[in-house]
């Protein structure tokens, strides 16, 4: 899958209209919210990774946190999230950026959000890689991140990955996918892809970037999420994660 490929899809404009309007009509998840407040302090200094139109940062924004960058792939995304923010007059920066290559010095941040399973949306498993290094790279000792995946293992989709690795098997899995998981399907918005991991191969990669996993937890059982978001994303899980507390000095 090429990047331009999945980059065509978010900077089409029903696909921003489709953010845009999430931002203004869905908001913040009850479940977003439950987990960013715990984590996170209002002074902390805030990256999030793929912020689409702003939904997550205005959401942050609204609930006094100041200090925060937020950044995206697609520069019509953070077109119109500029825009806006701007109308709403709230003072945030919205810079595009790409997760497989910050642009940022090590050990900045106190802490990291990747929403809406914006990081399965990076197509090959070594640029997922990439982004989790860069991401433990500017985070600061001790920082947490989190992000959201869907889950290869939901019941609900068995019959379907069952059929898929016997295509696989087979060789005759859809020619633009790279990784047993991956997604390329129409949808009303256009052609969108994303990788769909297991909780054991999310640990796994977690751990190879250096961090420590605190929890994974389905949405479902952090909140019970109103019908627009219910509409808006289906089920997925919350992961969370910290770039270990620097060692202290021996004596």
């Known amino acids: 899958m090429e990047r331009e490929t999945v980059l065509k899809y978010f900077d089409s404009d029903i696909v921003v209209d489709h953010y845009a309007e999430a931002a203004a009509r869905v908001g913040l998840w009850r479940s977003e919210e439950k987990v960013f407040t715990r984590l996170f302090r209002k002074e902390d200094s805030l990256l999030e990774l793929g912020c689409g139109a702003g939904r997550i940062a205005f959401g942050l ?12 792939y ?45 990081l399965m949306q990076i197509p090959v498993a070594a640029n997922r890689m990439r982004a989790l290094r860069e991401i433990h790279r500017v985070l600061r000792p001790g920082a947490w991140f989190t992000f959201t995946t869907h889950d290869r293992e939901n019941p609900r989709f068995k019959k379907f990955w069952e059929q898929e690795k016997l295509r696989w098997r087979r060789a005759r899995q859809q020619p633009e996918l790279d990784d047993f998981g991956d997604r390329f399907e129409p949808t009303e918005l256009g052609e969108l892809y994303i990788h769909v991991p297991t909780i054991r191969e999310m640990e796994s990669a ?14 479902s059982v ?6 627009a978001v219910r509409e808006f994303s289906d089920e997925c899980r919350f ?6 507390p620097a060692a202290e000095p021996t004596a």
């Open 61 to 72: 924004h609204e609930l006094g946190y100041r200090n925060l960058l937020a950044t995206d």
């Open 74 to 118: 697609s520069r019509q995304m953070i077109k119109r999230a500029r825009h806006m923010a701007q109308v709403l007059d709230y003072a945030i920066p919205f810079r595009v950026g790409d997760a497989t290559a910050l642009e940022f010095e090590d050990a900045i941040f106190d802490g990291a959000i990747f929403g809406f399973n914006g």
């Open 206 to 219: 977690l751990k190879e970037a250096g961090f420590r996993i605190e929890a994974n937890v389905p949405r």
């Open 222 to 227: 952090l909140a019970n999420e109103s019908p």
């Open 239 to 244: 992961w969370i994660a910290q770039k270990p």
